[in-house]
């Protein structure tokens, strides 16, 4: 008799149902992972909200951490038991960017809660090469922000950040404040945040931020009228205004990137454009979270630094809602504008 197990699955526009799903078993490579806690992205709300899935019905989920169930034939990176934060992206390994050690580049590419099936379920299979194997002192509930993490680092990646280095960060939601923790643990030197809440702009004070700016009327220019201006700025709300403002008042000679998912035009007046011909900019884009070997750099270092203490994700960490609590947390956030930080499922029960 097949085993079944409970997901949490997108079967319409707004409309999320606790579902009966028969227990998926690992194939050669794969390992089947006992979900624990799941986070809520960004990208999963279009989704939701408004039925952009592949298609009906779609367990969402691609920021979750677990422990290992069984593992398929040829698996001898993973054990039952073992404890891993997931890589959610499933490159082809064929295509030119695969081979070139780009897999977030790659164009035929799976990824796991949109493509196949999410971590809003007790249990997924995913590829064994996806698994990030966790050190005793990183709980499962802080693995769960692993792949958050390694989109910060991935974006600090970018550019060839200097010991004591000026940086602004534009944006001080979860990506942004994960910036600001590992630009400090990387070495960088003042680095200021900048948001519209000033909330979140207290609690990048005591995540690490040396200063802060609220972004209202002419917050940003008057901060920088008498500081000295960032030569990194990493920009990740995806809002025109500081998607703008990054370029604006970057140093000369500095760089941009922007990590930010646009949802509006982006529109830059000619002396703000100037500044990149005049300033000599760097600009870059910085899209996801993996490199070579696969799945790259950015998850051993998110792991470290949790070890270490150097990053605290803890303090993002806003409520943990059950499967049975179905959209719930989808709808809270929206109806919370901005006030709560990450939200996590527990498909393992523990809250």
Partial sequence: MTATMKALAVTDTRTMDLVPLDRPEPGPGEALVRVAYCGICGSDFPRYFDGAVHSFPQTLGHEFSGTVETVGAGVETASPGDRVAVAPLVPCGQCPSCQAGAPALCNQYSFVGSRQQGGLAEYVV??????????????????????PLTIALHGISRVNLQPGARVAVFGAGVIGLLTVMALKALGAGHVTAIDIQEDKLVLARELGADATVLALGTGIEDHFATEAAPEVCLETAGHPSTQTAAVQHCAKGGSVVFIGTSTRTVSFEPEVFERILRGELTITGSWMSYSAPFPGAEWTTAVRLLAEGSVSVEPLVSRVYSLEDGAQAFEDIRDARGQLLKVLYAPGGAR
């Avoid at 090469?129 to 792949?147: F, I, K, M, T």
């Fill in 126 to 147: 995913v590829p064994a090469r996806n698994l990030v194997q966790l050190p005793d002192g990183v709980s499962l509930r802080d693995a769960a922000l692993v792949e």
